[in-house]
Nanobody, 114 residues
């Protein structure tokens, strides 16, 4: 069964940093683009950033300059380094593969609060 497992979330003060990880089954990782999404309470899930299999990256305007998406194909793992966190970054963060048979992971909670 294909799987995505997110980790690394937690409670952080405004201005702080977190590094999220997404461990994926190899079959849905190596040759596919990967992405991070987030869903805040009462809001729709929104796209945060994507990274192609070759490494090119794009970011949502809301996080551009504050986050870095990366991937380690040997480990089938994707990362999201988040800096200068704001309360509005509070959400459950999910990773997603562009593979057609990939499902959503369980997500990891990020809470930015003083």
């Amino acid at each position: 069964q294909v799987q995505l497992v997110e980790s690394g979330g937690g409670l952080v003060q405004p201005g702080g940093s977190l590094r999220l990880s997404c461990a994926a089954s190899a079959s849905i990782f190596r040759n596919y683009a990967m992405a991070w999404y987030r869903q805040a309470p009462g809001k729709q899930r929104e796209w945060v950033a994507s990274i192609a299999s070759g490494g090119s990256k794009i970011y949502a305007d809301s996080v551009k300059g504050r986050v870095i998406i990366s991937r380690d194909n040997a480990k089938s793992t994707m990362y999201l380094q988040m800096n200068s966190l704001k309360p509005e970054d509070t959400a459950v963060y999910y990773c997603k593969s562009s593979a057609s048979n990939a499902s959503w992971g369980q997500g990891t909670q990020v809470t930015v609060s003083s």
